[in-house]
């Protein structure tokens, strides 16, 4: 997927990252469970070093973000592949401020998930 961000734009680097068994662990699920959610996009996982990862900011103590199921399905319906989706949720924006991904920690989710939707458009 082509996105168009101006060149200047760089994404940041989520704050931490955890390992799958750490979500097995926090979210108090199998490795099994963690890999399903990865694969019905609950969840997002990109690889690092060999090694598959989760920013540790799409987690919500025992569960993901309240707007990030809707948010990875929008995404990738639009041709957005993990690294694209990761990219798009770091990407710095003044509007909200911060990032796609901080935004969903507080009273912007619904913005970030309307701002998904017009991605298809």
Same mark, same amino acid.
């Given at each position: 997927?082509? @996105?168009?961000?101006?060149?200047?734009?760089? =994404?940041?680097?989520? $704050? *931490?990252?955890?390992?799958?068994?750490?979500? $097995?662990?926090? +979210? @108090?699920?199998?490795?099994?469970?963690?890999?399903?959610?990865?694969?019905?996009?609950? &969840?997002?996982?990109?690889?690092?070093?060999?090694?598959?990862?989760? =920013?540790?900011? &799409?987690? $919500?103590? @025992?569960?993901?973000?309240?707007?990030?199921?809707?948010?990875?399905?929008? &995404?990738?319906?639009? *041709?957005?592949?993990? @690294?694209?989706?990761?990219?798009?949720?770091?990407? =710095?924006?003044?509007?909200?401020?911060?990032?796609?991904?901080?935004?969903? *920690?507080?009273?912007?989710?619904?913005?970030?998930?309307?701002?998904?939707?017009?991605?298809? +458009?």
């Amino acid at each position: 997927m082509t @996105e168009s961000v101006p060149a200047d734009v760089q =994404p940041i680097d989520p $704050a *931490g990252w955890l390992t799958l068994p750490d979500v $097995a662990e926090r +979210f @108090e699920v199998s490795i099994s469970k963690v890999h399903q959610m990865i694969r019905d996009r609950e &969840l997002l996982a990109v690889r690092r070093d060999g090694v598959r990862l989760v =920013p540790a900011e &799409l987690v $919500a103590n @025992e569960t993901v973000r309240k707007h990030l199921p809707g948010i990875l399905t929008l &995404l990738h319906d639009s *041709g957005y592949d993990d @690294e694209a989706v990761l990219r798009w949720l770091y990407l =710095p924006d003044d509007t909200l401020p911060g990032t796609p991904a901080e935004a969903l *920690g507080g009273d912007r989710a619904r913005e970030v998930k309307r701002r998904a939707q017009a991605t298809g +458009f």
